[in-house]
């Protein structure tokens, strides 16, 4: 029966891809994201569906091309950037890695939906359906996973989505989802709805919750933190704040709080030892090969591995040797460095420093215009995403999360739609930020 509804549901969605790019575009982040095919069994869970999409919407292109104004802004010049940098380190990594192979045959895909959002979701209402196909792709896991732990007493574990990987990976999707739910809540017209996205914000924390994460947990913290920014409803944004803690500590087991409290006590957790040695280890290859460091994953090479890892407990600050530790970076500062050398890190840290610029810009901006501060609303909705990512993410491994290109193009979508907003000749666009960034200084 699940089958029969999720293939039916594609059906209608693809038939509804060839219509307008746009609906392509939609369609595509949402299974891109979802991951539909790992749930259906049989015949339907083999089927292409990210490709047969991804068809669509480069045939809607092509059909297309002649109304389309691709551009080039600081952000979009920063991710070709970074691309060749780990297009190069590819080329010249160290040690083969099938893992790498299926990454640059990905990441290509990345940057096409990418671009292809920022010519095309080119207004409020197509970028309000973006943000809204990522919190009906995530949602259903919010809902599915949070129903499920609170109905089972806390005794479901959840595990991940090929989409993000492993449970650290889902819980931080959910968490760079929630404040694109609240700004999803926020503009919807039916009280019914909002109720609903609220409701799913809700048992989204619950969700992260159930991932057992450690990683999520500090993401939460840093989410919480966010969500106290600005001066408007500073008070009941801070009680709605201490209430979710206080309902989300009530159903918590008592073995994550457990785990949780591991975390003041890293320096004898084996675990938080074992990254501190991976850290270690794709410092020292960034240092033997800076300029492109080892190639995508490249650290996960056992003979790699294994001869960093020799020299790690005695680099910097002692350590054990832990080599049957997990191959993994375990943060994407030192993933960056270990995959990519120096440059590839400076690139990514720059990507994403312009996306957060842009979105502060586009508040800036929106202030001088009542019409705007929908745009506004969205940018302090992407800012605290990436914020999250980078806080959370210095103790994970999502490097190549598809997630953060979708926002970061949808950063770079709604600065441009703005400007245009404030004046359609770029020229004078161009004037007028600099005029706002000298009188605001």
Request: aromatic letters at 10%; proline letters at 3%.
């Amino acid at each position: 029966m699940r089958d029969i509804l999720f293939a039916g549901l594609w059906l209608a969605l693809f038939a509804l891809s060839m219509l307008r790019l746009h609906l392509a575009i939609l369609v595509w982040i949402w299974v891109a994201m979802l991951s539909p095919s790992d749930l259906m069994y049989g015949i339907a869970g083999s089927f292409p569906l990210n490709k047969l999409v991804a068809a669509s919407a480069l045939a809607g292109l092509i059909s297309t091309t002649g109304r389309k104004k691709f551009y080039l802004d600081g952000l979009l010049a920063s991710l070709i950037a970074f691309s060749m940098v780990l297009l190069l380190s590819y080329l010249f990594e160290i040690a083969p890695m099938g893992r790498a192979d299926d990454l640059i045959g990905s990441f290509w895909k990345i940057l096409v939906l990418a671009f292809l959002i920022t010519c095309e979701m080119t207004d409020r209402r197509r970028m309000h359906e973006a943000a809204l196909a990522l919190c009906l792709a995530y949602g259903f896991y919010m809902v599915k996973e949070g129903l499920i732990f609170l109905l089972t007493a806390g005794g479901h574990q959840v595990q991940g989505s090929s989409a993000t990987g492993d449970n650290n990976g889902l819980a931080l999707a959910i968490l760079m989802v929630v404040p694109l739910i609240r700004y999803a809540a926020r503009y919807s017209a039916h009280q019914l709805v909002r109720v609903g996205m609220y409701a799913t914000l809700v048992l989204g924390l619950v969700t992260v919750v159930a991932t057992y994460s450690r990683g999520a947990f500090v993401g939460m913290v840093a989410l919480g933190l966010m969500s106290l920014r600005g001066r408007h409803h500073r008070m009941r944004t801070l009680i709605l704040v201490a209430l979710a803690g206080i309902a989300i500590y009530m159903i918590m087991p008592e073995n994550y709080l457990g785990r949780m409290d591991t975390i003041k006590e890293a320096t004898d957790d084996s675990s938080f030892m074992g990254r501190i040695n991976s850290w270690k280890i794709n410092l020292l290859i960034a240092l033997d090969h800076p300029l492109l460091g080892a190639g995508p994953y490249g650290s996960l090479a056992s003979a790699t591995w294994v001869g960093y890892g020799l020299k790690a407990p005695d680099f910097l600050m002692p350590t054990p040797l832990l080599l049957d530790r997990s191959l993994v970076a375990h943060s994407i500062y030192f993933q960056a460095l270990g995959d990519t050398g120096f440059l590839g890190l400076f690139l990514f840290l720059l990507l994403i420093s312009i996306g957060v610029l842009y979105c502060a810009r586009v508040k800036r901006l929106a202030a001088t215009q009542d019409s705007l501060q929908w745009a506004a609303d969205l940018a302090g909705a992407f800012q605290a995403s990436l914020f999250v990512y980078c806080v959370a993410g210095a103790a994970l491994t999502v490097n190549y999360f598809e997630l953060l290109y979708i926002i970061l193009a949808l950063c770079s979508r709604l600065h441009r739609t703005v400007l245009h907003e404030l004046s359609p000749d770029p020229a004078k666009s161009r004037f007028r930020v600099a005029l706002a960034t000298h009188d605001a200084a």
